[in-house]
Structures are given as C-alpha cells and as structure tokens.
C-alpha cells in the first residue's frame, strides 16, 4: 500500500545539476528529502507570484475601467463596454467614424 502511494523516483542528473543539489542540499540530508523541499518551496513561490500577479491585475483594471468605452443598449439603456482587444468591432467602430469624418476637435494638420 505505502509503495503505491509512494512510489520511488530514481533521478539521472548531470554533474552541473547534481552541484546544484549538492549545494542546496543541507547537510546529512538526502537527496529524496532536499528534491521535496525545493518542490515545495517552488510551490510556494509560485503561489506568491500568482497571488502579486492576480492582485496588481486587479489594480490596474480597476483603474483601466475609468477609460473603457461604453455605449447604452438601444433596448435596456445599460452601458455596453467595448472590448479594445475585439478586433472585429473595433475595426468596425473605425471605418464608421472614418466614414463619417470623426477626427480630433482641433487637428494638428
């Protein structure tokens, strides 16, 4: 039973990553236990960076909403936003206000 649950993993390291290890390792402990504990500390740095990543992204779309386009629904009334990264209506908007000769209030040219 333990050995299903636990089965032994055999590593083939070339002598620069076994250095590495070496190096990591503390002293009299196995290169089992050293290999775990560089696991898991991955783990934790990866849950840190996501938790600083997920957090700033909140941020910044927090203050990116005070910028966002948006139109009212001709049915409800609500505010439609508008996606800068959805090419397709984008372009459309576009050519409209090309078309219909939208340009800056004063133009540099």
């Not at 070339?14 to 560089?38: I, M």
Request: with cysteine.
């Amino acid at each position: 039973m333990y050995n299903q649950r636990c089965p032994v993993v055999s590593l083939r390291l070339t002598p620069e990553r076994k250095f590495v290890l070496d190096t990591y390792r503390y002293p009299g402990e196995s290169y089992g236990d050293a290999y775990v504990r560089a696991v898991d500390e991955m783990d934790r740095i990866d849950s840190v960076a996501y938790k600083a990543r997920a957090e700033g992204y909140a941020r910044g779309w927090a203050q990116a909403r005070k910028y966002i386009v948006r139109f009212p629904c001709w049915k409800c009334g609500g505010l439609v936003p508008l996606d800068p990264y959805d090419t397709y209506w984008m372009d459309r908007i576009a050519r409209f206000l090309i078309q219909n000769r939208w340009g800056h209030e004063w133009c540099p040219r």
